[in-house]
T-cell receptor, first 111, second 115 residues
């Protein structure tokens, strides 16, 4: 089983749609969780951290379920500019610390 | 807004040569990372670095690779005897301590092409 798994893509949605991304992790040493956005041939950019209490930033909402080892990202009122690949990332402390990224889910928002 | 910088943006090298990729992390950050991303594939963790030593490394980070923080600002990744399969985008990242959340900020990457 992969350490971090994401929904396979791509997701094709119209402008204004609500879209949800899911991510599961397998390692119980996982401590902190993030969503990143990556545009083509660019670096990952931090979108938001994910907390058990939920985290909202404008149109974006992230949730963490530690019991199910699952994180989610919801984008409301999709814009054309939201088109990108969305990566979940999990920080683990196993002696030292490392970060494992999911393979990403590609989102296409169309007019 | 402070940012992570990387040089060069593109490096072309011949198989068997050594390359050094350079990064300047955000100035008050304490944790530093290298990742690689082969074209069309996922972002892969290589190594994390804290307090002038490696904290964790992946199985990719073998004896061919080394990291160094030679002064108070630079963080380098050295790849010895490059192979064709080392061709990838290499990203540096840094993080401070923000409630232990380890939010990482990435540099723009160095595209390494091994011919």
């Amino acid at each position: 089983r992969k350490e971090v798994e994401q929904d396979p893509g791509p997701f094709n949605v119209p402008e204004g749609a609500t879209v949800a991304f899911n991510c599961t992790y397998s390692n119980s040493a996982s401590q902190s969780f993030f969503w990143y956005r990556q545009d083509c041939r660019k670096e990952p950019k931090l979108l938001m951290s994910v907390y058990s209490s939920g985290n909202e930033d404008g149109r974006f909402t992230a949730q963490l379920n530690r019991a199910s080892q699952y994180i989610s990202l919801l984008i409301r009122d999709s814009k054309l500019s939201d088109s990108a690949t969305y990566l979940c990332a999990v920080n683990m402390v196993t002696g030292g610390f490392k970060t494992i990224f999911g393979a990403g889910t590609r989102l296409f928002v169309k007019a | 807004e402070p940012e992570v910088t990387q040089t060069p943006s593109h490096q072309v090298t011949q198989m068997g040569q050594e390359v050094i990729l350079r990064c300047v992390p955000i100035s008050n950050h304490l944790y530093f990372y290298w990742y690689r991303q082969i074209l069309g594939q996922k972002v892969e963790f290589l190594v994390s670095f804290y307090n002038n030593e490696i904290s964790e490394k992946s199985e990719i980070f073998d004896d061919q690779f080394s990291v160094e923080r030679p002064d108070g600002s630079n963080f380098t990744l050295k790849i010895r005897s490059t192979k064709l399969e080392d061709s990838a985008m290499y990203f540096c990242a840094s993080s401070g301590l923000a409630g232990s959340s380890y939010e990482q900020y990435f540099g723009p990457g160095t595209r390494l092409t091994v011919t």
